[in-house]
């Protein structure tokens, strides 16, 4: 198999072009467990192929590169398997994806006669990321980079003072209020997060660095509950859908590789008649009193497989699938 040599792929020391990978390098399979890159070779060949997904995403490579896929029979499989009680018939599940290569999908008819999709891609489980050594814990820089306003001021309004207090406290953080003289309540945190980063010898963050992009998973979650408690991420009062609103483009595609890190299928909508993005996920991952419900949001399906001009295209040999692109979307 080849992806195209221009491919983003995540490693263990950040994202790079297939083309950049060399042997020994750490990628991650599907279960977002490290492995070792085994062989590398660029080449251009004949045909080029693009998998087109129902939420915008595209995988291009030759006609050999294979997507492990869900069928419509897998996945009422599945529907049936979860809905057991006994577990003695929930160990039988063993019903296997199916492997189908480009130049197959291509030819193939991919929807049914009620039109309905026939393969869907399913996401990986989160990546199994290094834990980092921050200079401020994920949650209190959360809470942070999302109240701070231009000005440097925090206002406390509609964010939960008692659970933050709580955890800032288990950190060593503390969080003091003001009353400003509009009547509304403003709030510092204590020690500072601007001389945190810089004793730490960081320059003071503007957005999201990279070292809570790709932090360890619980580090990831932690940032994403202080981005929601912050108020950069609206939590559903019902149901499970996260939703951001953000003018600013470098910076939701940072949070939204952050949710997609997790395992968790996400949509970023541009703006039309507002002047933001609009990134929406679903998920049971960030609800902790919660139990676990079923998700449909948990795999892609394929809209689309069109041929496209041959280029040049990278063959990566490793022992499972590897997670490629934005959307860290397994392919072997």
Known sequence: MAILASTPVPTANGWVPARDL??????????????????????????CFSVQLDDGLTIDGDSKLTLRLETRKYRNRVSEYQNRTSTRYRKQFRRPLV???LEEL?????????????????????VQYATRD????????????????????????????????????????????????????????????RDSFLFAGHD???????????????QRIEL???????????????GQTFVMREANYHYIRKIQGVVESLGIKTTLYTPTSHPYYLLKFSTTL????????????????????????AKPCVHIETPNQILVGEGYIPVC
Not at 162 to 174: E, L, P, T, W
Not at 204 to 218: H, S
Not at 232 to 238: S, V
């Open 106 to 126: 291509h030819g193939a008819p991919l929807t049914k006669p009620d039109g309905r999709l026939e393969y869907s891609v399913p996401n990986c489980l989160p």
């Open 286 to 309: 960030l609800f902790k009193d919660e139990k676990p419900k079923k998700s449909r949001f948990t795999r892609r399906f394929v809209k689309n497989v069109v041929k496209i001009d």
């Open 99 to 101: 492997d189908r290569q």
């Open 134 to 193: 921050l200079p401020v814990p994920p949650y209190v820089f959360g809470i942070w980079i999302a109240s701070v306003t231009p000005r440097g001021r925090m206002w406390l309004r509609d964010k939960p003072l008692n659970k933050m207090r709580a955890i800032f406290r288990r950190y060593g953080f503390s969080i003091v209020t003001r009353k400003h003289k509009n009547g509304l309540i403003l709030f510092d945190i204590r020690p500072s997060v």
């Open 224 to 238: 994403l509950e202080g981005l929601i408690d912050g108020g950069a991420i609206q939590k559903p009062k019902k």
């Open 22 to 47: 060399r042997q020994n390098d750490i990628v991650f399979d599907q279960d977002g467990q490290p492995q070792k890159v085994l062989l590398v070779q660029e080449y251009t060949p004949r045909e």
């Open 204 to 218: 003071i963050p503007k957005d999201l660095p990279v070292i809570y992009t790709d932090g360890a998973i619980e």
